[in-house]
């Protein structure tokens, strides 16, 4: 059986805003549950981490989040455990760029599979444990493009639409569990899902938002970790943007 410390779940935590969620909750001397389908680099996440807090609680767990048969088993093993689940943050995911009429069956699957279903059979999963101890607070990772659109991005922008509406409804559903269900929506932040801008996209993007730059991990982290505390108490069911001004 796992230590008695209560942990925060955080998929995507090998880079880019997974992997600063889990160092901002580190620092804090939170215990952390790192996912990530590649066992490199969620080892490397991992002694990072504990080079930077070498007695913090961190578990790993390779998971594929398109496969939902691994989900389930990544909830069957922190049940198993007996593991104290407070916090879920939700953060994998990749983004498809193409034209609705370019992209393929397979694609859109693999979309949905990864934004929408990951997150509803985790949500489902965590919200069972969370009841134990009624309480517990799931941050999902929506984007910008959920409410303003981008062009060649259909399929990525309707997953992460449709994840306002999970926020609404389950928060609704386990409001009286006092468990808390919040997204963040972020705008263009400098992580590896950007990396094949090029300088002049990421300019004319910066130039786009109210504060002239592009957001950091560390931007989301922050929010994330705020809804993720006692302080944001008497906040469910909200998409939060954090894009610098990218919407006004």
């Known amino acids: 059986m796992i230590n008695a410390a209560s942990y925060t779940l955080i998929t995507g935590a090998s880079s880019g805003i997974g992997y600063a969620i889990a160092r901002n909750l580190v620092r804090q001397h939170k215990a952390v549950i790192l996912v990530a389908r590649n066992t490199e680099k969620l080892n490397m996440a991992q002694a990072q981490l504990l080079e930077l807090c070498p007695d913090a609680h961190i578990l790993t767990e390779v998971v594929d989040l398109s496969d939902s048969a691994q989900i389930k088993r990544l909830l069957s093993f922190i049940s198993q455990q007996k593991i104290n ?80 509406g999970l926020v609404t409804s389950l928060a609704q559903e386990l409001g009286s569990y006092n468990i808390r269900v919040n997204a963040l929506a972020p705008g263009v932040i400098e992580t590896p899902l950007i990396a094949h801008f090029d300088d002049e996209k990421k300019q004319q993007l910066s130039q786009r938002t109210a504060l002239k730059r592009l957001g950091e991990a560390e931007d989301i982290a922050n929010v994330a970790a705020f809804l993720l505390a006692s302080q944001s108490a008497y906040i469910t069911g909200q998409t939060i943007a954090v894009d610098g001004g990218l919407r006004l």
Request: with cysteine; charged share 20%.
């Open 85 to 164: 689940l407070e916090g879920v943050v939700h953060c994998a995911g990749d983004m498809l760029e193409a034209p609705l009429m370019m992209s393929r069956d397979i694609q859109i699957d693999q979309q949905y599979q990864i934004h929408l279903k990951s997150a509803l059979l985790l949500c489902q999963g965590v919200s069972k444990l969370m009841l134990r101890k009624k309480y517990g607070s799931i941050v999902l990772v929506s984007s910008v493009v959920a409410e303003q659109g981008g062009s060649g991005q259909v399929v990525y922008a309707s997953m992460k639409a449709a994840i306002k």
